[in-house]
């Protein structure tokens, strides 16, 4: 995708690690390296999710729809944090993000909310982050691309193991991943094999994004008529299009006429 002069904020990057900022058509969206899209925001609606595969990420509700901490790998321009931080009052987000520029944009031009007991930020290595003892989290979502490809550290069997050992009882790991990619069989595997208690896969609506669920334990498997009832209501909470989710799932699980297996 082109973007012409008058849509920047912030000139193209020359280099992979530079990130800039465009907006069209009222949606502000940062790059990093290209004019790939890895965050974007509506101004008029700044707390809500305006790409599909980020509103794909919160379909973990399903399955935990009150989760106490979540972390985050990856910032970006905010929108899991910012969505997180509004909309689920109970819950408190820890970001972690490798570069202090993209902080320092988010913070400036998509509306960040400031730091404080249910909202902190860390400017670090994530895979580093995982590695170190820490508190355990109800959710951890992945989402690490640089300009071509997901970052390397972020799509090693190690990660995903040090995932699943920061993971609290019934936790799940969230992680988006590029279904175009050349390394999806590979990733996807290695979260298969990091998470056998289970794992299922999301497609998003936008073609090309799957969203990866690793759950730390076996979960019961719901009926398709739990999953509604889930789906229904947290539609009507968070005016997210959770029952399309609920029929994304079909399509990549395995699963019979009554319900889904993990």
Request: glycine share 8%; net charge negative; with cysteine.
């Amino acid at each position: 995708m082109t973007f012409f002069p008058k849509w920047r904020i912030r000139r193209r990057a020359e280099d992979a690690e530079t990130a800039y900022v465009s907006e069209r058509f009222g949606v502000r969206s940062l790059h990093i390296g290209s004019d790939t899209v890895q965050s974007a925001m509506r101004i008029a609606k700044p707390i809500d999710l305006e790409l599909a595969y980020t509103r794909s990420m919160m379909a973990f509700l399903l399955f935990n729809p009150r989760p106490s901490r979540v972390l985050l790998v990856g910032l970006g321009g905010g929108s899991l944090a910012k969505f997180i931080y509004h909309r689920l009052p109970d819950t408190a987000v820890e970001a972690v993000e490798i570069s202090p520029q993209v902080v320092a944009i988010a913070k400036h031009y998509f509306q960040l909310p400031a730091e404080d007991s249910r909202f902190s930020i860390v400017v670090g290595d994530g895979a580093e982050h995982i590695a170190r003892p820490g508190a355990g989290f109800d959710v951890i979502a992945v989402d690490g691309y640089d300009a071509e490809s997901q970052v390397e550290a972020l799509s090693q069997s190690a990660f995903y193991e040090g995932c699943l050992a920061r993971l609290l009882q019934d936790g799940i790991l969230v992680v988006n991943l590029w279904g175009g990619d050349r390394q999806f069989g590979e990733n996807l595997k290695r979260i298969e094999t990091s998470f056998p208690a289970g794992t299922l896969c999301l497609p998003a609506e936008k073609p090309g994004n799957i969203i990866v669920f690793g759950f730390r334990d076996t979960p019961p498997e719901p009926t398709w008529d739990d999953l509604d009832r889930r789906a229904r209501a947290l539609e009507a909470a968070l005016d997210l299009e959770f029952p399309r989710f609920v029929q994304g799932l079909r399509k990549m699980n395995r699963h019979d006429d009554k319900r889904l297996f993990i």
